[in-house]
């Protein structure tokens, strides 16, 4: 059922939820906390439209991604998404190359109150998003198996150019990392690394540097406040971004964005955790955050400033919330799943 407030200013937006496995439920339920509060402050209008996906979807159904699921995700706004177990390429990898959201934003950022490498950590990882490895192009032979890895220009210089353009609005003195393999993948890594290359050249107020990956997963941890903008491939993104959200607080801090020409879907970077499962612990900030990115991705394309005004709320909510010393246990806290929610809501009221 739809959970709608209308308002008689508010453009009314429609977004897709999928709740997902695991913790999903429990973190999509405090995610709609903030945005109810976010409706009574504000006066922004939402139309919450469920679309069932991933492994409970699975057993009831016999199909992780349902037609009635995309068509609800097609006919939204944008779509909100938990995080879904073992049927995770039935779904997201799906909808990824389905939608063509090519771009896959992954922040990492130092909040107060939150266990962190180093205090001031401020990077964004930005990920292609629709091919490499994870186009499950993979065929048995006897004795073992092929996967091809596809690297093309035209996915290269879309996903460098959303790089550079993201290193801008982020201000000035920014620079732009492109980190690839092309010292052993000379053709494909090559290919990538010569198209961030051009693409570079378009941007001069951008600086432009190049880091084997390897190199750049040691760097990390060694200097993580030298990092600002990464962008790379999709099996490096993955990675990289893990490593970047423990420098941070854990996995349970960082939300992700994955945008396309026309349409985007926002999920935590977590997986869905099935040993907490249930138990009202899990750790709701990355899902709350990533409602955060949402309203940047609408503020922009419908040309919304409230919508700009609720994801700035949101952020001086959280940060306020973790400085008060309300936690989830996984940061040291004795907090559950509502009351961090419920406790960012009040905030925001």
Known sequence: MARQRRTSKATQYSIALIEGDGVGPEISKA???????????????????????GDNCKKRTGVALPESSIKTIRESDACLKGPVGE??????????????????????????????LKPGIDMVIVRENTEDLYKGQEFEFDGGVVALRTITRSASERIAKYAFELAEQRGEGRKVLAVHKSNVLRKSDGLFAQVCREVSKSHPKVSFGEMLVDSAAMNLIRDPLSFDVIVTTNLYGDILSDEAAQLVGGLGMTPSANIGADFALFEPVHGAAPDIAGRGIANPIAMILTVAMMLDWLSKTKKDEACSEAASAIRAAVNHVLEAGTRTPDLGGKATTMQVAKAVATAIS
């Open 31 to 53: 995610s709609l906390v903030v945005i109810d509060a976010l409706q009574e402050k504000l006066g922004l209008s939402f139309s919450i439209n469920q679309a069932p996906a």
């Open 87 to 116: 049927t995770a390429a039935d779904v997201i990898v799906k909808l990824r190359q389905m939608l063509d959201l090519y771009a896959n934003i992954r922040p990492a950022k130092s909040l107060p109150n939150v266990p962190s």
